[in-house]
C-alpha cells in the first residue's frame, strides 16, 4: 500500500471541497472523495486527474450513517487510514423559524451536523493509536450570526462548531488537530471568497495546527 498520506473529503463537489483536494493533492497526498452520487464523484475525479493527482471516489449519503460508515470501511480496507478528514457538507434548505418544519429539521441536521460525527468516529480510533491526524470541519460565519431565512442551516453549522470544539478539546492529548473554517459568503471562483483562496487557508492549518477556528471574512 503507498506510504503516500490519505486525505478524506465527505461532500465532494466543484467547490471547496474541490480547492482542498487540489491543494492537498499536489502537496502528495493521495485524495479520496465521498460524495452522494457517482456523477458528481467522476466529474471532480476527472478534474483531479487532470493535474495529476492520485485520486479515488466512493459514494455515500452523510446523512445516512450506516453508508457512511460501509464507505470509510472501504476507503480503509483499499486505501489504508486516513491522515487528513474534511467534512465539508452542507444541506441547505430556506425557511425562517415559523416555516421550518420538524421533520424538515431533523433532515437537514443528519447531513449537516450528525455526518460529521458519524465521519469523524470512523477515523479517528487509528488516528489516537498513531497519536496523530488532522480533523477538519466547514463551518460558516452563520454559526456565529444566525441568519433567520436559513433557520435550519444556521442550527446545523453552530451545532458542528460545537461538536468541533469539543472534539478539539477531546483529542489534544492524543496528538490530533480539530480545525474548522467558517466561511463568511458565497463561494465563488474568482472573488475573495474563491475555493483555492479558502484552500490555502487549510493547508496553512494543517502545516501550523496553530488555530482550532479560522473566520474567513473579507
Partial sequence: MSHKPLLVIVGSGPGVSAGIAKKFGSNGFRVVLISR????????????????????GVTADASD??????????????????????????H???????SLSEQQLIEDFKANT???LTSAQ??????????????????????????????????GKAAVRSLALSMAE????????????LIADQVV??????PDRIAD????LFNKKDQGEYLFKE
Fill in 114 to 116: 450528525v455526518g460529521a
Fill in 170 to 181: 477531546t483529542l489534544a492529548p492524543y496528538g490530533i488537530y480539530v480545525g474548522q473554517v
Fill in 92 to 98: 441547505i434548505v430556506p425557511g425562517d423559524p415559523l
Fill in 65 to 90: 450513517p450506516d453508508s457512511l460508515k460501509a464507505a470509510f470501511n472501504q476507503i480503509k480496507n483499499e486505501y489504508g487510514a486516513t491522515d487528513v478528514l474534511v467534512y465539508n457538507v452542507a
Fill in 189 to 194: 471562483k474568482g472573488t475573495y471568497y474563491d
Fill in 201 to 204: 487557508v487549510y493547508w496553512e
Fill in 37 to 56: 452520487t457517482e456523477a458528481t464523484l467522476e466529474r471532480s475525479l476527472e478534474d483531479l486527474r487532470q493535474v495529476h493527482i492520485e485520486s479515488y
Fill in 122 to 155: 470512523q477515523v479517528i480510533p487509528d488516528m489516537v493509536e498513531r497519536r496523530q491526524g488532522t480533523l477538519f470541519f466547514t463551518g460558516g460565519a452563520i454559526a456565529l450570526t444566525p441568519n433567520p431565512l436559513y433557520a435550519s442551516l444556521s442550527i
